[in-house]
């Protein structure tokens, strides 16, 4: 008997130890670098497609019930999530969400309370920044807690302006005051909606409302027939998933690091800086684009009819088709992360607008957004190269189209291809320059990869910048010039 059950027991022991070992096996971290990731990037990944059954639980369970019950789920989700990826670092959001309630209700609908929300919101990130940079790109709580903070300084913003009278707004200001209380649950929920709290986008208190009360539904009275656009925009994501995935072995930002780039012909190093700036774009492309999926199938994307078909655009980060083939950098900002660049504008470009300088405000504009980013001085070269760029892409745009000679030039069909060539190339060429500095992040790495290449985007455009105009001033003849003065 003794011996049957020692036998037993070491048939159980045996059993756990190899239970013990299969589930480390299927461990996350192994997972991960089985797959050439780590283990908190697929932890992001798995959380942004957890956001698919939730939606489909929220659609049949929860869509026209009561709305604190739509809120807790929000809330709880949305917590769940970001103790998965950071754990007990929930706090910082936690902390935030629940002073931000505080700022509103006891400064009311104030100036005082913007600038508290601005300033508080603002330094909290950038000390979260400070306390946790690296030299390298890491998922940490402050990735997620980025997002929070604009949402957080627009809801101050919208709330100030729900207490202006009706005609002293904008007609956007309109559509974004909020003119009730906001309580702490609705903030929250708000807050940590699980389809856009981890990389966005952004949407206003005032959209979510309309989701909580049921309004964001082609099908009045129904839940909303967006299973489609969403399958649609889900699977346009696991192809620049997949593509990303067995592609980013191949090229990498740390091969600008290398010798064996150093020893390259500068055409190489280049042609590489090209390719490799249009494909690093590609996994946020993938997580806007699943995330965008999920906001359509809860509702949330929904953006009113259209020539009486339903648009589900509402929470689109991306305009794929026009980020793949426009040869021009203002298209690649109008495509890419427009929600976040929306926001930039209503609440920062267009709130400058006492400067009475166009340049400046969106000087001040890029300024918020590549300190938003991160205190590395990479942020700061890639958006002053943006800044660069579009006032030189809007000099030659404007030269080519007032030149007579060189508006006929451009209007040459059998050239067209030739042109749309060669303004890819540029294109590309100098996003990925400013994404070199924008990835490599601190600036003994970004001038380093900068010298090998001679500060080609600098020259290039700076040049530019001081030359185009006098170009202008010998080929645009004065009758020209003379009209659009009028």
């Not at 953006?303 to 950098?329: H, I, Q, S, Y």
Request: proline fraction near 3%; glycine fraction near 6%.
């Amino acid at each position: 008997m003794a011996s049957a059950a020692e036998g037993d027991v070491g048939t159980v022991a045996e059993l756990a130890t190899v239970l013990r070992w299969g589930f480390q096996e299927l461990s996350l971290n192994k997972l991960a670098a089985s797959l050439g990731a780590t283990e908190q990037a697929l932890r992001l990944i798995i959380s942004i497609f957890l956001g698919y059954p939730l939606a489909l639980f929220y659609r049949h369970y929860l869509f026209y019930k009561d709305s604190y019950l739509i809120h807790l789920f929000h809330t709880f989700t949305g917590l769940s999530i970001m103790y998965f990826n950071f754990g007990n670092q929930l706090y910082h959001s936690l902390l935030c969400v629940v002073l931000q309630f505080l700022i509103l209700r006891l400064m009311g609908r104030t100036i005082t309370a913007i600038l508290t929300t601005f300033c508080f919101q603002m330094a909290y990130l950038l000390a979260g920044y400070y306390y946790t940079a690296t030299g390298n790109y890491d998922i940490k709580w402050t990735m997620p807690h980025c997002v929070l903070t604009l949402k957080l300084i627009g809801l101050a913003v919208d709330y100030f302006d729900g207490g202006k009278e009706q005609n002293s707004l904008s007609s956007e200001q309109q559509k974004y005051a909020i003119r009730g209380v906001p309580s702490l649950l609705e903030v929250a929920g708000f807050s940590y909606f699980y389809g856009a709290f981890l990389v966005g986008p952004q949407f206003s208190m005032n959209h979510y409302m309309k989701l909580v009360q049921g309004q964001l539904t082609d099908i009045p009275g129904k839940i909303p027939n967006s299973t489609k656009p969403a399958l649609k925009r889900l699977s346009l994501g696991l192809v620049y998933l997949v593509g990303y995935t067995l592609l980013s072995p191949h090229i990498t930002e740390e091969y600008f690091l290398t010798e064996d780039y150093d020893s390259r012909p500068f055409w190489f190093r280049c042609m590489y800086m090209l390719v490799w700036g249009k494909f690093v774009l590609y996994k946020y492309v993938t997580c806007w684009l699943v995330t965008e999926g999920v906001c359509i199938l809860t509702g949330l994307g929904f953006n009113n009819f259209e020539n009486g078909k339903a648009k589900w655009d509402a929470c689109a980060n991306m305009k794929v088709w026009l980020f793949e083939t426009n040869p021009r950098f203002t298209g690649t900002i109008a495509s890419f992360n427009i929600n976040t660049n929306a926001w930039v504008a209503r609440y920062i470009f267009k709130r400058l607008k006492f400067l009475g300088n166009k340049e400046l405000s969106q000087g001040l504009s890029l300024l918020f957004l590549a300190l938003w980013h991160g205190l590395h001085s990479g942020y700061l070269i890639c958006f002053q190269m943006e800044f660069l760029i579009v006032i030189v892409e809007r000099q030659a745009a404007s030269l080519i189209r007032e030149s007579p000679t060189l508006s006929n030039l451009a209007s040459i069909t059998v050239l067209q291809p030739f042109y749309y060539l060669v303004q890819q190339t540029i294109h590309w060429l100098f996003m990925g320059y400013s994404m070199t500095a924008f990835c490599l992040f601190t600036w003994d790495k970004w001038l380093k990869v900068y010298k090998s290449i001679y500060f080609l985007g600098h020259v290039f455009f700076l040049s530019l910048l001081f030359i185009l105009p006098y170009v202008h001033k010998a080929m645009v003849p004065r009758k020209e010039k003379l009209k659009k003065m009028e």
